[in-house]
Structure formats: C-alpha cells, structure tokens
C-alpha cells in the first residue's frame, strides 16, 4: 500500500515536472533585464505605441509588449490582466478615483526619472505626499466646426457666443438641411466605441458648473444642479444631427467621423486626438469651439482641458521589470524618438520638460482662446465614481434620445444624482 | 485485468492518472476555491480576506440588477423552452414524412449549430438592428427588443438540435402501431397525441431540460447581441456575474457569490430532471 | 360495395398525400431560404464598406457601397492578425479533442473496469462537474491555469481535457459497461495485457463513441469564447471568437467589414466540413443527448 502510494505519488511529480518544462518556454521575458508590459488605454495611438516599443527594443535589447483594451472595456481588461502572473507592468489610471481602485498596485514614482521630468505637480496623482501617477498626456475638447460649412449655410463663429446663439445657429443650419444638403450635427452615436463623449467628456460640464458654483473639487453626492442644461445641450445634439435619435446606439465614432469628413455635417464634438480622423477637411476649415451649456459667465468659457491618462508601475511586478518600465518611461519622455513618436506620431502635448511641439491643430487652438483670456473648464470626469455610472449615465441617455419626454429624463437625472452616491457607497463596500 | 490493473501503479498512472490531474487542475481546485472565494473580499486571491456571508447579504442589498438578471433568465429560459420545443417538434413530424427534400431541409435546420455563440450573436445584431432601422429604433432601444432578440437567436441555433432528437425519436415509433390505430379509426390528431407524443415522451422530456438549462446558462449571445444594454434590462445571470467579476474593481467576492448561486440554481434544475426521469422510468 | 369504398378511398388519400407533398415541399424551401438566409447575409456584406452595412444591411453590394475584396484584405493582413487566430483555434481544438479522446476513454476504462473508492468517487466527480456553470470555477480557473503557465494553445489542451472530461467520462463509461467483458477475457487468455487489450480491442469498438465524443468537443472547443479569452495571453494569443468579439470596438473603431469577411473565412469550411461529416456529427449530437 505505502510502495503503491510512494509510486502515485512519484509518477504525480514526474507527470506535473514534465509539464513544467513543457510550459517553461511559455514563460519568457523574465531575464536580468525584465521586459515591459504595456496596457494601453488609447486604442486611437495603437500603432504609434507598437511602432515606438520596437524601435526600444531594437535599440536596447529589453522587451517591450503592448496591448491596446478594446474601447470601453479598459477595466475589465486591466483587472483580468492585472491578476495573472505575467501581469502588465505599466497601465493607466484616470485620476483620484482610479487610484482608489488600484492603489494596491502603484509603484511609489516620486523619485522616477521620469516624475523628474515633469513641468509641474499638477500632473500628478498623489497620495499622502508621495507620487503614484504621472499624467502623460494633456488634452483638450470642445465642439470641432467645419468652417467652410458654416459659413455656406450663411453664418459665421462670431455669431456664437453662448448657448443661446450657439443654439440659434444650429436650428437654422437644421432647418435648411434639404437646401444645403448637410446637417448641423454628426450622429451623436452611443455604441462603445462613441458615447464616452456625451457619458463622460459631456457629462463633465454640468459637472463643472456645480463644483464651481459649490467651490468643491469633487463630492460624494452630486446634486445635479446643472441637469437642465445637460439635457438642453443633449436635445440639441441629438435633435438636429444626420440621423434620428432613436438609433443612436448602434452609431460608432466611425460614423459620425464618415459623416464629418464627407460633409454630413457642420459640428462634431471631440478632443485633440481626433485631429487625425478630420484632418483630411484641412486645416483652414477647421475651428474647435467651446461646448456652451447655457451657464451663467459661459461667454468667457474656453475648451475643456485637462488630463485622465496618468501612467503607473505595477508595484507588484519584479523588481527588474519595474525597473525596465521605469527606464522605457524616462526614454519616452526625454528621448529623441521618444518625444518625437508622442508629439507626432500620437498628436499628445505631453507635460515633459523636454516635450516637442505637437504638430496638432486643436493644440494650438487651445492655446490661443486661453490666450485671449478664456477658462479653461478642467476635467472633472476623473472624479466620476465609476465606469459604472458613466456607463448607467449613458445607456439613460440613449433612452431618453430614443423616447424624448420628461419621464425618461427622470431616468437620466436618477442614473446621474442617485446613481452617483450609490455608485460611491459600491466602491466604499 | 481488474486485477492486473488494480495490483500495477503503472496502469493506474498510464490510464487515469492524466485525466485525474487535468480534472483536478481544471475543474475539483477551482470548484474548491470558488467556494471558498465567496466568503471572501479579494482581487486578486492572493489578498483574499475572509468575511463570511456578506457577498451574499451584499447581492440582495447593493445590487438590484441580480434579481432583475434572475426573473430575465428565468422568463427566458421557460419562454424559449416553449417556443424551441414546438417548432422543433412540429418541423421534426414534417420532416419524417415522405416528401421531396427532407435530408436537405434537415441539414439546413441544423447548421446554426455549427457557429459559436459569438458568431450567433454578431450576425443577428446586424440583422435585427437592420430591420429596427425602419422603425427607427434598435436592439439596445429597451430590454424587450433585447428579450426577443435573444429569442429569435436561441431558435434558430437550437431547433435544428431539438429537430435532431426528435426525428430519432419519432423514426423510433412503429408504423404498424400508426397503422393499426388508424385502421381502429383514429384520427390524425388522435394518433398524434395518444400515439406519437406519449411514445416520445424521453426525447420531450431530454430536449426540454437541453433548453432549459441552455437558456440559464446562456452568455456568448448576450453579451454578442446586447451586452445587457440597455441599463442591464437586456443582462441574463451568466452576464451579471462576469461584469460583477471584471466591471467592478473590489466586487470579486460577490460576483463569485453570485456564481454559487447560479451553480445551486442549475443544479437544481438537473436534480429536478433527474428526479423526473427516474420517475419515468420507473412507471 | 365496402371494399370497392376502402379501395377508392386509399386511392384518393394516395393522391391527396401526393398533391401535399409538394405542398410541403415548397413550404419548406421557403422557410429554409429564411433559415439560410443570416448566412447569406453575411456573405453579401463581406463585399460592403463598413456604413453600408450597418444601414442597410439587406442591399446588396452596388457601386456605392461594394469596396470588392478589401474586408478579406483588411482582415487577413492588419495587425488584428485573423489569420494567426485562426491558426490558433485549430491548433486548440485538434490537440484538446486529440488528448480528451484519448485520455478519457483510457481513464474511463480504468474507472468502469477497477472497482475502488476513488474510481467511484472519479466518476461521481465527473458527472457532477458537467452540471457545475463555467461562471462557477471562472475566476480561480484562470488564477490557476496561470499559475501553472497554462496559458498558450499548446497547453491549454490540459485545461480542456480537465473541464471537459465530464461529458467525455460519462459517454465513454456507459458504452464500456454495456461491453460484454467476455471479449477482453479471451484477450487474456491470448496473453495480451491491458495495454494491449485497450488499445487493440476495446477502442476499435468503441470507435463510434469516440466519434460522437470527438464530434461534441470540437463543436464546443471550437466555439468557445471565455475559458480562452480568460485562461489565454490574450496579447499574444487570440481565438476566433476573441478577434471576431475584438473587432467590435477596439482599436476606437467597429471593424464591421473585418468582422463580415472574418466570418465568411471561419464559417465556409465548417459548413462544407459539414456537409461531408453530416452523419457522423448528428450521430454524435444524438448519443450526447442521451446523458442529462
């Protein structure tokens, strides 16, 4: 019995060795040099991110890996990835709130090269005095103009000052569709790989207005103060674009790009990062405006910039793969290819000291309303509970663009204000 | 060779050994640790702390969309029992009748089978959004067109299985039986029910449970078609437990809780089965 | 007078059946031009650029809308790499059925044969794990494979042939204890050992199981789409399902053209698969049937 036992027992250990060794091969990139593993967060800067990791490699050896989250599904990817053994050593948070969330896996960056490289604290996310987050990317959104178009349905930006104005001249555009053949707005399309515009980065300026009005940076339970506003902006956008608002979801950022491009459309909102899609409608017939919402002081209202792409390093990785990740980071930041794949290849104005100048139009649209003394509107969308409100947020919106009427915009108000503080209350369990 | 294959280790390790340590490895472990994880608040397991039955209070407190995934699944699995099962039954007494095409038309009731869920899925959004264009609305619209959705995809997969099963069954009742009781001067609907269902009563009753647990534990297609849009209406059981798992960072342990109970749910769906073909076969 | 009446009435249910078979016959050819017709669809917008399908996926292809073989181009040679998923799929499904068949029927041999505690409680094991939802064991199945580096298509056979080897198990053991033992005897007798008896005796026999088996796991195995995206390094290695399932949305946009032309690439040779395997795949789903 015990000769029997020994023997399993044996064979056991022989059978599980063998594929061990089988496996063995499978586990790479551990060597003295460690390697990096990069879950990118932009699916837009993909190739940039592949291109710029080989060109590492090729010149010092260490292995770099990136692989891009599907759109929308950043945290699912991140919580999956983030618990195998061969875990990524470099993925992003989006602010405070992400750091809550993942604080158990932040390396300590304050005293990185790269943190170094800096131009200001701001662009960092830090907790008790020490740095777990390093913004690498600064951008900025607002409403992008055709201005050829506009001013072929006879008007011009002067005429938009503020909501009310701005509103003036999208029902008229609207109204003469038929004539101009085009319409005022692309489709405000709520598929994935779209309504993170209007959750997230439209949602922020009702956002915005009552932290401003209430002199708070974040809160626990939003009042939704400006939720009329959000819903006159959102009636606007959907009620006077290329397709019926009762579609909306099944319209992906590719459509309304398609429809800005082939002139479908005068207004489309989007950021920075979209200036590749639209370039081909040139430079000169291009105008990011501010999104006016009908707030009190909005005429001195700019573009929405700001940042929720801070860079951390999986404090639970190797020692050598922290360090590999650490030494890929500064050679971003202060390298020739590096500085150059992200000021050029993916059109970022990064917060480094030794950052190039983006070649991006918006950039420098930006930088002149803030010239001329406009606001800025910061990003409050990093302190959005969870992706889960967003996601909560939208899919009320998209009902309620389907079923105008004030009973499905209870839905978004109750999605939005008690949403949130439940959505806090979750992430506190 | 019982004897011979009891007294040599070398036969116990060269034939069951391997399946031993795979079934260990991929099924006993994990089915010991999720038990275990549901009383636990963890990330990543390797911080799992204890703390005992709270998941489960926390499923029937902190998140309405469970129950709402539950009667979904529930109404789902019962409707789409139904529909599959007739359709498939009435397609298998057509096509075990003598007429041009059968084998042709059996083929081509049977070939969804052959695409995964997540083909399935993909190909009827297209589709269906398509047909809603006209009305200006589409799939994710409201949880209804998400529940028929999820219908029409379901049908179409699995009546050519059902079909399947049933026409064996069917070519298994004798046709002097038929034709003695049509010579007694039995109707067609009278050899039907008192004849054919009866004598088919095992491939009802294995298609049935087929369906019905299929319809529980149904994932590819929903998250394919709907992705539990709009605001979960649209999320069946095995859905709300993924995104409680990965959706939500801290929400481990409840999403595993929620998964012990969806395991006692099926299981006891299958137990019920068991029961009634025990009974059956005793008769 | 009553036989002339039996007679004639025969006659005319002869004609009527006749007159209804062709009636059945073309009812039936419409509902299956329906019930192909998804496919056919899907065909069609292979050749349509992405908007065209989504808005109005039953046209077919015209000037406007046909961007001819672009989609196939776009699909098999981005950096989605289809063609390397498909690859993997293969390699997925034909190892794992490969070991499943033959370790299962080995094991289940041993268990039908070896009466002792653990092959009872094996096989109790085994039938309990078939109703046990993937959803249950999801999370510590994918801590687990990865501790054990359990992660790539060459591997991960081992995982599938242990969540697999229920049903497996189970339809093995039941046509091995219908399997008179005389046979084997005989082997014996013949001094074969049961090495031997198994592999030249027992699995010819069995020959029809393992097809049904081979037949329902590949169905499964090829088909799946979570236990790879969960258990895989998906940054290396993708399925099937994972891509087609991708293309919805990453890289910031719905490849919905990549996504028409991946599935005419991985349905074409399952249906004509299909078509020359169709006896043995409905044997096989019939003699799955009859576990539950």
């Known amino acids: 019995m015990k000769k029997r036992l020994a023997l399993i027992l044996a064979s056991a250990m022989l059978v599980s060795s063998a594929l061990c060794s089988l496996t063995a091969c499978s586990g790479g990139g551990s060597n003295a040099k460690g390697h990096v593993y990069y879950l990118n967060f932009k699916p837009e800067q993909d190739q940039a991110w592949q291109d710029l990791a080989a060109a590492y490699t090729e010149e010092t050896g260490v292995q770099v890996d990136v692989l891009t989250a599907a759109q929308g599904t950043y945290e699912t990817t991140l919580a999956s990835e983030i618990a195998k053994t061969d875990a990524p050593t470099l993925f992003q948070i989006n602010g405070p709130v992400g750091f809550a969330n993942w604080k158990d896996y932040c390396y300590d960056m304050t005293d990185a090269a790269v943190t170094k490289e800096l131009t200001s604290d701001a662009f960092t996310v830090k907790d008790g005095g020490k740095i777990y987050g390093v913004a690498y990317v600064v951008e900025t959104y607002g409403i992008i103009c055709n201005t050829k178009l506009l001013q072929q349905a006879g008007h011009s930006l002067d005429e938009i000052t503020n909501f009310e104005t701005f509103k003036a001249v999208v029902e008229d555009i609207q109204a003469n569709k038929a004539k101009n053949g085009f319409a005022a707005f692309t489709s405000a399309g709520m598929d994935s790989s779209s309504n993170w515009r209007f959750q997230t980065h439209l949602a922020n300026l009702p956002i915005y207005y009552e932290y401003k009005a209430d002199g708070i940076g974040k809160t626990d339970a939003i009042k939704g ?111 020739d290819k590096g500085t150059d794949a992200l000021a050029n290849a993916m059109n970022f104005v990064s917060p480094f000291k030794k950052a190039k100048e983006a070649s991006n139009l918006f950039v420098k649209q930006d930088a002149a309303y803030t010239a001329a003394g406009k606001t800025p509107v910061d990003w409050c969308f990093a302190t959005m509970p969870s992706e889960a409100w967003k996601d909560d947020v939208g899919s009320a919106l998209t009902a309620y663009a389907a079923k105008q009427n004030d009973t499905s915009w209870e839905a978004v108000k109750t999605a939005f204000v008690d949403g949130w503080a439940k959505e806090v209350a979750k992430s506190k369990a | 060779m019982e004897k011979i294959m009891k007294k040599n280790p070398l036969y116990f390790c060269l034939f069951l050994l391997p399946t031993l340590l795979a079934f260990m490895i991929g099924f006993v472990v994990p089915f010991g640790m999720g038990i275990y994880l549901s009383f636990c608040k963890f990330n990543t397991m390797n911080d799992a702390k204890w703390v005992g039955i709270n998941n489960y209070l926390q499923i029937f407190q902190g998140d309405e969309t469970f129950t709402h995934a539950f009667w979904f699944t529930a109404l789902f699995a019962v409707i789409s029992t139904v529909a599959i099962n007739v359709i498939a039954f009435l397609v298998a007494v057509a096509l075990t009748r003598n007429f041009g095409g059968t084998n042709l038309f059996r083929t081509i009731f049977f070939m969804p089978n052959l695409l995964g869920g997540v083909l399935l899925g993909t190909i009827w959004k297209i589709l269906i959004n398509g047909l809603l264009l006209s009305m200006k609305q589409t799939l994710t619209t409201n949880g209804t067109y998400g529940f028929i959705g999820l219908l029409i995809v379901m049908i179409w997969q699995q009546v050519g299985y059902m079909m399947i099963i049933y026409v064996a069954g069917l070519q298994g009742v004798p046709d002097d039986l038929k034709e003695a009781a049509r010579i007694d001067g039995a109707n067609d609907k009278e050899i039907l029910f008192q004849i054919t269902i009866p004598l088919v009563m095992p491939s009802i009753s294995m298609c049935t449970f087929l369906t019905l647990t299929n319809g529980f534990k149904l994932f590819d297609q929903n998250l394919t078609l709907t992705g539990g849009e709009p605001m979960h209406q649209s999320e069946m059981l095995a859905l709300n437990i993924y995104s409680t798992f990965y959706d939500r960072v801290g929400w481990k342990g409840v999403g595993q809780a929620k998964a012990v109970l969806f395991f006692l749910l099926v299981g006891l769906i299958a137990i019920i089965q068991l029961k009634i073909t025990q009974s059956k076969e005793a008769d | 007078m009553e036989s002339t009446k039996k007679f004639k009435s025969a006659d005319e249910i002869k004609i009527k059946r006749h007159v209804s078979d062709y009636i059945f016959t073309i009812v039936f050819t419409i509902i299956c031009a329906f019930w192909v017709y998804p496919l056919i669809m899907v065909l069609i917008n292979s050749f349509k650029d992405k908007t065209h399908i989504t808005t109005n996926p039953f046209n077919l292809p015209n000037a406007e809308s046909s961007v001819q073989w672009q989609n196939y181009d776009q699909a098999v040679n981005t950096k989605m790499d289809f063609m390397s998923a498909l690859w993997n799929s293969l390699t997925i499904t034909v190892l794992s059925v490969a070991l499943i068949l033959l370790c ?120 799946d789409y979570l236990l790879p995206y969960l258990v895989l390094r998906i940054r290396y290695f993708k399925t099937v399902p994972i891509v087609i399932q991708y293309f919805q949305g990453s890289y910031g946009r719905v490849e919905w053209g990549a996504i028409m032309a991946s599935m005419v690439i991985t349905i074409t040779p399952i249906v004509i698969l299909y078509l020359f395997l169709q006896r043995y795949i409905i044997k096989g789903v019939l003699s799955g049937a009859v576990k539950g």
């Open chain 1, 225 to 335: 103060t400006y939720l009329d506003n959000y819903r006159a902006i959102w009636d606007l956008y959907i009620n006077n674009a290329t397709c019926d608002p009762g579609v909306l979801s099944t319209k992906t950022n590719d459509d309304a790009v398609a429809e800005f491009v082939n002139e479908q459309a005068v207004f489309y909102q989007n950021g920075t990062w979209a200036y590749g899609d639209v370039s081909a409608v040139g430079d000169e017939n291009l105008q990011m405006i501010p999104i006016y919402i009908g707030a009190e002081g909005e005429e001195n209202q700019g573009l929405c910039t700001g940042t929720e792409n801070f860079w951390c390093v999986n404090s639970q990785a190797a020692e050598e793969d922290i360090q590999a990740t650490l030494d890929f980071l500064e050679w971003v930041a202060t390298s």
């Open chain 3, 104 to 223: 299962t029927s080995m094991a289940a041999y041993f268990v039908v044969r070896v009466k002792a505690w653990y092959t009872t409680v094996f096989y109790y094991l085994c039938l309990f794990s078939m109703i046990v939802p993937f959803q249950m064991i999801m999370f510590p199945l994918s801590k687990v494979t990865d501790t054990l580096q359990l992660n790539t298509p060459t591997v991960i056979p081992f995982v599938y042939l242990g969540f697999g080897a229920g049903t497996a198990m189970f339809m093995f053991s039941n046509f091995l204890k219908s399997l008179p033992l005389e046979i084997e005897e005989a082997a014996m007798i013949d001094g074969c050992g049961p090495i031997k008896t198994f592999f030249s005796i027992v699995l010819p026999i069995m020959k029809p199981t393992v097809i049904s088996v081979g037949i329902l796991e590949t169905m499964w195995i090829w088909n």
